[in-house]
């Protein structure tokens, strides 16, 4: 597979890694030519023409992946030179960094008005996403036809089960009246985020009862509620925007949510 083949590939996967590209090569250096993938682990595909420069290309390739910006580093190929590192080649090399990020992978769990108002969003900014809810009737291809899959099942926590939550799965809950069960589910999986939509007291009332069913204070400390960012919102589509908004922000920072496997 051609090396800009496998970036197609990494992107349509939702795939994090970095692509190295030289794009200035002055004198004497391994090659004035290349490319070169860099996951966040440090393992490589392709080349910039090896050697000490392009140890050093790798780690600045995962510290851009840790902060996730792009950006240009130059090397001295002169162990002689200001600045330079331990090569004799001479020359000078600029590559470009680019950083590809993966985008949020929503879990829709509720189909109704607001996963709806929900979906329109995450097909304006391209996120995949997929759909969980317990009635037929509204998870279907026809209301969601972009949705990556739909997972149906009359027990909703069997159907957050077959949606194979992980690492990069944004949660939000919002079913008509399964919160609970679909909670309890989501928190044995490391994920990303996970909210529900909810008034204080519905809060209280399903936390209490998860407690009770051994989901411990720091699992339900994970779970954003009330959801969305303070922007005043009110109608069903105000709202969407104010949750997507606060995955935007929290997708720059976010690590995985402890996992705890509980008693199904």
């Given amino acids: 597979m ?32 290349g490319k070169m993938i860099v996951y966040r682990d440090g393992t490589i595909e392709g080349t910039v023409g090896g050697g000490l420069a392009e140890h050093y290309i790798i780690e600045e390739s995962v510290k851009a992946l840790e902060k996730g910006q792009s950006k240009i580093v130059e090397y001295k190929l002169n162990k002689h030179a200001k600045d330079g590192i331990q090569m004799n080649c001479g020359g000078t090399l600029r590559v470009f960094i680019e950083v590809y990020t993966s ?21 304006f900014l391209e996120y995949p996403y997929c759909i969980v809810d317990d009635r037929i009737g509204y998870c279907t291809k026809e209301r969601f036809p972009n949705a990556s899959n739909l997972f149906v099942n009359e027990d909703i926590g069997e159907a957050m089960l077959a949606a194979n939550l992980n690492e990069k799965s944004y949660v939000v809950i919002v079913t008509k009246d399964r919160d609970d069960i679909a909670l309890k589910m989501a928190l044995q999986f490391p994920i990303a985020y996970i909210g529900m939509v909810a008034s204080k007291r519905k809060v209280i009332n399903i936390f209490e009862k998860l407690k009770s069913e051994g989901v411990t204070q720091e699992q339900l400390k994970q779970i954003h509620s009330p959801i969305g960012l303070e922007i005043g919102s009110e109608t ?10 606060e995955i935007i922000k929290l997708s720059r920072e976010n690590k995985p949510i402890k996992v705890k496997q509980l008693n199904r």
């Avoid at 496998?6 to 030519?33: D, W, Y």
């Avoid at 069903?236 to 908004?245: K, L, Q, R, W």
């Fill in 236 to 245: 069903t589509e105000e709202i969407a925007i104010s949750i997507i908004g």
């Fill in 103 to 123: 985008r949020p992978e929503l879990v829709l769990a509720g189909a109704g008005h607001l996963g709806y108002a929900l979906a329109k969003l995450a097909d």
């Fill in 2 to 33: 051609l090396l800009m083949e496998k970036v197609a590939k990494l992107t349509r996967q939702n795939e994090t890694f970095a692509l190295a590209m030289i794009i200035e090569s002055k004198g004497s250096t391994p090659s004035h030519v």
